[in-house]
């Protein structure tokens, strides 16, 4: 019904519209920047849902914002490192053993690098998880694959497993439990 609503729309909108425009050369275009408006385009399905586009890029944006307000040179009281936030003993373990604290927190490229190599690492990991849960609602936490492997790079995935297991809800130094980002980066279509 919706799509045949717009299609009315579009055919009436169409209408006053001449058939043959003159667009001018390359050269002939004069833009002014002050001149140009974007707008954002939103689809209501219906009273309830929006359509909302949740990518790989938007996931890593937003952990980043979460972690550290997307800063590669961040390190916490804890001495967590760059934009994600990313632990020694974590660095170690995903292969950066030869990469300095230093030289990590100055090359965002090797940082973003440790994210895809972490995100796979725990896919591979929570392949059970992810199988048998995503789709279902546990503790009023609709999952996820990007929930669950946003709360397994706050928690281990370890402790996500724990908490399937027996409910166990990890929190992290600064309180943040594993749940919280299992909800926050619900939805999200991930390129892994």
Sequence with gaps: MVLSIFGMLLAS?????????HYP????????VSDIKFEMLRIKVDAQYDIVMKNHYS????????????NYKAVNK????????????????IGFKNITNRQFLSEPKIQEEA???????NKRTLRREI?????????????????ILAAAHLGGAGNVRKFFRNGKDFKDGLGTSITSYMALFSGYHLNI
């Design 25 to 32: 050369q390359v050269s002939e275009l004069k833009i002014n």
């Design 13 to 21: 909108a169409m209408a006053d519209i001449p058939q043959i425009r």
């Design 78 to 93: 804890f001495g967590y490192l760059g934009k994600y936030q990313f632990g020694r003993k974590t660095l170690n373990s």
């Design 59 to 70: 996931f890593l944006n937003d952990i980043g914002l979460r972690e550290s307000t997307n």
């Design 115 to 121: 994210m895809l190599v972490l995100l796979k690492k």
């Design 131 to 147: 199988k048998k849960y995503v789709g279902k609602t546990i503790s009023g936490i609709y999952v996820t694959e990007s929930g």
